[in-house]
């Protein structure tokens, strides 16, 4: 396949890749939404950082009231009303510079700009906030994940908008099975929210590799979202990203499987995923798969 068709076909992901996914965190659990609302399917509506109860206990002297109230008023904003919520958020940083309230705000700020599709806000909000907070692992995650989504063939400097992405992802699995469980959560629903969150890093990581050439590490990683998503629904795109990886790596048996799983979720994919599945199964019929 060629390299400019490369691209064409992974430009249907960046359509969905910020319904895709999928946000969780010890942090954002702490909000009180024990099962968060399904939106489309292989994504959840991502929960706000700023509803934790946690999210303003943070280092520092302490605020004024008008800097306390104006936090707090974020904080409650509901998030059907996005547009709002930006201004909000944006209106604060631009009032409070050096708030010690900042990183909620920022993370709150990088998914609701994902949820509009600017992504290049929320890339540049996001990294602020790792910068702030290197293991806010929510952040990492979505970061990792939506970089290598949002590519496309005139994204500049690819390979460094690469790397980052492979580095937020691999801190996001390396720090997110440390999180302690907080006081009075359920063991089910920490253990699902941790997954959501890895299963959205191996994801990011997984798409990495593919878009590097790098197949048979890319697998692996695909393999490991798939698995641990806790969503009822898959997430489609990682299961497409699975059937090309295999295709790529000659696995056509291990290709149709994904294909066709994908094929079964109803998305923008479902017509892409039932024609690899078909051309997985002549490649694996009248081709030679390469051994795993």
């Not at 965190?25 to 991502?46: F, H, L, N």
């Not at 006081?183 to 253990?191: K, L, N, V």
Request: hydrophobic fraction near 35%; proline fraction near 8%.
């Amino acid at each position: 396949m060629s390299s400019s068709k490369n691209w064409m076909i992974l430009a249907l992901l960046a359509a969905g890749f910020a319904a895709a996914a999928t946000v969780a965190s010890a942090q954002s659990s702490q909000t009180g939404q024990d099962k968060p609302a399904q939106s489309q399917p292989g994504g959840q509506q991502p929960a706000d950082p700023t509803k934790s109860g946690s999210s303003l206990a943070m280092p520092g002297g302490p605020a004024n009231a008008e800097e306390l109230a104006a936090v707090k008023a974020f904080q409650e904003m509901p998030n059907t009303d996005l547009a709002k919520k930006i201004t909000a958020g944006e209106e604060f940083l631009k009032k409070y510079p050096d708030s010690q309230y900042r990183p909620p705000v920022y993370s709150a700020l990088t998914l609701a700009y994902i949820q509009t599709g600017n992504t290049d806000k929320a890339f540049e909000v996001g990294e602020k906030e790792v910068a702030l907070k290197p293991d806010d692992v929510q952040t990492l995650a979505v970061l990792g994940q939506t970089i290598p989504r949002a590519m496309n063939a005139n994204t500049p400097e690819k390979e460094k908008q690469l790397a980052k992405a492979e580095n937020y992802s691999k801190r996001a699995i390396e720090v997110t099975p440390t999180i302690p469980k907080p006081d009075g959560m359920a063991d089910q629903h920490f253990i699902a929210a941790k997954n959501s969150t890895l299963s959205m890093a191996h994801s990011g990581l997984g798409l990495v590799y593919f878009r590097l050439g790098k197949f048979s590490q890319a697998i692996p990683e695909l393999e490991q979202s798939v698995k641990i998503d806790p969503n009822p629904i898959p997430d489609p795109v990682n299961l497409y990203l699975l059937g090309l990886a295999n295709q790529k790596a000659s696995h056509y048996d291990d290709a149709a499987v994904a294909f066709s799983k994908c094929a079964e979720v109803n998305s923008k994919l479902q017509a892409s995923c039932r024609s690899g599945a078909d051309e997985s199964k002549k490649q694996a019929s009248t081709q030679l798969s390469s051994p795993k």
